[in-house]
């Protein structure tokens, strides 16, 4: 029986559903019996229904296959041996042929209407682009890389991300949305092109040589690699043909392009002309037509109001920093607080900049450069080579623990990179600096504690490790106990980022628990609850004798480091986050 | 050869004819199978026949009049076809549909006022639009990426599709 009674808006909500809502099984059928009956019933629904199909095809049509989608962007090759052919295939050729007109025709409309095009032209060109697909197909099995990336975020000042997750530098983008509603941010897209955009700006990230942007300020610098670097904006597009120009679209205005050098290549739309704009001219895109509109570069965004603008944001941070910091080198519970700060560069030591600092506890640097730190102007200690390290001395046994760094990890070079680690006092010989009236005293000390050395570390897989050695066999003199956290906290999209790392100690609660960046990504409860003894501290890498490192024996650490915390006391959560909130660079 | 050069031409005037007709019978073939991907690849097999036909398309008759009946019948065939794969639609929708549709797809003015009404919408609508019909867009996504329930999305886009619609409709009347 035809259901007669459906209203107008009921009917449009299931055509809305069968749209938007893929179902599955009985779900569907239903749904396809409902709009049948509909249609059968009132002859006004199948316009309605038609209306609606149709708006949807013509919605998706252009977004999911447009031509530059379809067609595989390497040139051909001339020597590939032919595949043979099949039906699949001449399928494919008839894509192909579909797509290249329709790119043939969108980039150079005359051509066509000089129908100059023989059929073996049009036979050549299909087999060219037969071989095109299979030549890519063929060198992409090769390729680790993922199309799907896109751009590499590069500085970012002041931005108040609106859409999407927030942005770091140095991170890789994937095709998609970005917005921010204040801000400058400057992408560096893999084709050679770089985008420096003011908010307030919503962007679409569409492959490494194009970019829709639907709203925002933006300034493109484009390399001769990146040439033909095209922006969208809804309906019309701009090509760079060499050089850069700046492009600003607003809502309920034409957008408008102002070249600053070379030329770009102006389309109102995809049935419009292209327009060449040169250099130190400017044009607004209406609907209908170009128009000429006044040239002015100095009002979009560029790379040195963006190093400026940053440098101030650096400048205010830092100094919050320094204001925070030096706070909390008077909490009594810190044992050792090396903030790098008021230090010359050549320094031969670590300033100690806890109030309660002790003898001894100033880090002497061996190997490790000075260099920039999370700002400009703060000083950190870069670790390359394979000796650099830095030796402290922190004496006492201790209940309870945080040990705290602000660490850029580079890479990870081997099994083991030491974040802060204690050692026995004998490998200190080998730096020279222990009488043998101190050794035998350390050495009587550690004789003396069950806990034997502790090593807090990040593994080959990123992963942080607080490595306790307890007493162990006669065999086997050291028993290790590991507080490993599950998944990696610094993994090789972070190399070159400053880290927040954290691990606190606690025989009270009998737990290890480790932080990233402010956030508690892992808590173990203790396997023995016992003290630890700090004592002979080794920052950046192990001293190891002669023979170890004939046997490879690698703890260095490959980066940099510009905080290092040593408390006695737990720090909470909530502490552990507000250093991280006022340290993050 | 001269007879040959004639050929050329009338196969390159379909060539071209299909190409620019491409949009509207992928609208119409998606009214008659409304699923994106299957319409797409019916179009496919529907293009290789066009092509193969090109010698019977006469120059005087619409092209896309023309077109739209071999596609028809190519989606009676599919529907044979995969007949065994319960699909949840059949000929009744074809016998529904099809005149309206072709009638629909007939009014080539109908892209480009959908070109310039979606240009009419705000900032955010045509963000959601894109995200919507973009490669891999769909409703559950948008939902995960802008933090929002998968309905308030759906409503947002019926809202902003019969803007569309009531935009091209009055668009129309107007030209």
Redesign the interface.
């Known amino acids: 029986m035809p259901n007669t009674n459906l209203s107008e808006e009921d009917f449009r909500s299931l055509v809305n559903r069968l749209l938007d809502d893929p179902m599955g099984g009985n779900k569907q059928e239903r749904l396809s019996e409902q709009l049948i009956e509909a249609m059968q019933a009132n002859e006004s629904y199948r316009e309605i229904y038609v209306e609606m199909t149709q708006l949807h095809a013509s919605l998706s049509w252009p977004r999911r296959w447009s031509p530059n989608q379809t067609i595989p962007r390497t040139e051909p090759k001339e020597h590939v041996e032919e595949q043979p052919a099949s039906n699949g295939s001449w399928r494919w050729i008839v894509a192909l042929v579909l797509a290249a007109m329709i790119l043939f025709a969108v980039l150079t409309p005359l051509a066509l209407q000089e129908k100059n095009l023989s059929n073996d032209s049009l036979a050549n060109s299909t087999k060219a682009l037969q071989r095109k697909e299979i030549t890519q197909t063929a060198s992409d099995s090769y390729a680790s890389f993922d199309p799907s990336l896109v751009a590499v975020a590069g500085r970012t000042v002041s931005v108040d991300w609106t859409l999407g997750s927030p942005i770091e530098t140095g991170q890789t983008l994937r095709r998609g949305w970005i917005g921010f509603a204040s801000g400058i941010v400057q992408l560096d897209f893999f084709s050679g092109a770089r985008l420096v955009v003011r908010g307030p700006a919503k962007l679409e990230l569409r492959s490494s040589s194009e970019v829709k942007i639907l709203s925002g300020e933006a300034a493109c610098y484009v390399s001769e690699l990146g040439r033909g670097f095209r922006i969208l904006t809804g309906e019309s597009e701009v090509v760079d043909l060499g050089t850069s120009f700046g492009i600003r679209v607003q809502p309920g205005t034409s957008p408008e392009v102002h070249v600053f050098e070379g030329k770009v290549s102006v389309k109102q739309n995809a049935s419009s002309d292209t327009v060449e704009v040169e250099q130190k001219h400017a044009v607004r895109i209406d609907p209908a037509k170009l128009s000429d509109v006044a040239f002015s570069e100095s009002q979009f965004p560029n790379y040195d109001i963006l190093q400026e603008e940053q440098l101030d944001e650096s400048q205010v941070k830092y100094e919050r920093w320094k204001n925070e910091t030096a706070r909390l080198s008077t909490d009594p519970s810190l044992l050792l607080h090396y903030t790098f700060e008021n230090q010359k560069d050549g320094d031969i030591q670590v300033i100690n900049q806890a109030q309660t600092r002790a003898v001894g506890s100033a880090g002497s640097i061996i190997g490790a450069q000075w260099q920039p730190g999370r700002w400009p102007m703060k000083a950190a200690l870069a670790f390359k080579n394979e000796n650099d390290r830095v030796l402290a001395k922190v004496e006492g046994s201790y209940q309870t623990l945080t040990l705290m760094m602000w660490a850029r990890i580079d890479a990870i070079p081997g099994p083991r990179s030491t974040l802060l680690l204690t050692e026995k006092p004998k490998r200190w010989v080998l730096n020279g600096t222990l009488s043998p009236e101190v050794l035998e005293e350390a050495t009587t000390r550690r004789a003396n504690s069950a806990v034997q050395e502790t090593r807090w570390m990040i593994d080959q897989e990123a992963k942080a490790n607080l490595n306790i050695a307890l007493v162990g066999s006669k065999n086997n003199p050291l028993a290790w106990d590991q507080y490993m956290t599950e998944n990696p906290v610094v993994g090789p999209s972070e190399w070159g980022n400053w880290s927040a790392l954290a691990v606190t100690y606690d025989t009270v609660k009998n737990q290890v628990v480790h932080y990233v960046n402010g956030e508690l990504v892992d808590a173990q409860p203790l396997k023995k609850s016992l003290p630890i003894l700090l004592d002979y501290l080794e920052i950046g890498n192990l001293s190891t004798w002669e023979n170890e490192q004939e046997q490879g024996v690698n703890f260095r650490f490959y980066g940099a480091i510009d905080e290092i915390i040593i408390a006695d006391r737990v720090f909470t959560a909530k502490e552990i986050q507000e250093i991280y909130e006022v340290g993050k660079p | 050869m001269s007879s040959?050069r004639v050929?050329?031409?009338h196969?390159?005037s379909v060539?071209?004819l299909?190409?620019?007709a491409?949009?509207r019978l992928?609208?119409?073939?998606?009214?008659l199978f409304?699923n994106?991907d299957t319409?797409?690849d019916i179009l496919?097999?529907a293009?290789?026949k066009l092509?193969e036909k090109s010698d019977d398309y006469d120059r005087e008759r619409d092209f896309v009049s023309w077109a739209c009946g071999i596609i028809r019948n190519c989606v009676m065939a599919y529907y044979r076809d995969h007949a065994r794969e319960?699909l949840?639609?059949g000929n009744?929708?074809i016998n529904?549909?099809a005149d309206?549709?072709q009638t629909?797809?007939a009014e080539d003015r109908?892209?480009?006022a959908?070109?310039?009404c979606?240009?009419k919408l705000?900032?955010q609508q045509?963000?959601l639009?894109?995200?919507?019909?973009?490669?891999d867009?769909?409703?559950a996504k948008m939902a995960k990426?802008?933090s929002r329930s998968?309905a308030s999305i759906?409503t947002s886009?019926?809202r902003i599709?019969?803007t569309?619609?009531s935009c091209?409709r009055t668009t129309l009347q107007l030209s």
């Open positions: 040959q050929e050329s031409g196969h390159r060539v071209e299909l190409i620019n491409q949009p992928f609208a119409y073939t998606f009214t409304p994106l319409a797409r496919q097999d293009n290789c092509l319960k949840v639609f009744e929708l529904l549909a309206v549709s629909y797809v109908r892209h480009s959908l070109s310039a979606y240009q705000s900032d045509r963000m639009i894109d995200m919507r019909y973009g490669p867009g769909s409703v990426e802008l998968t759906s886009l019926h599709r019969r569309l619609e091209i």
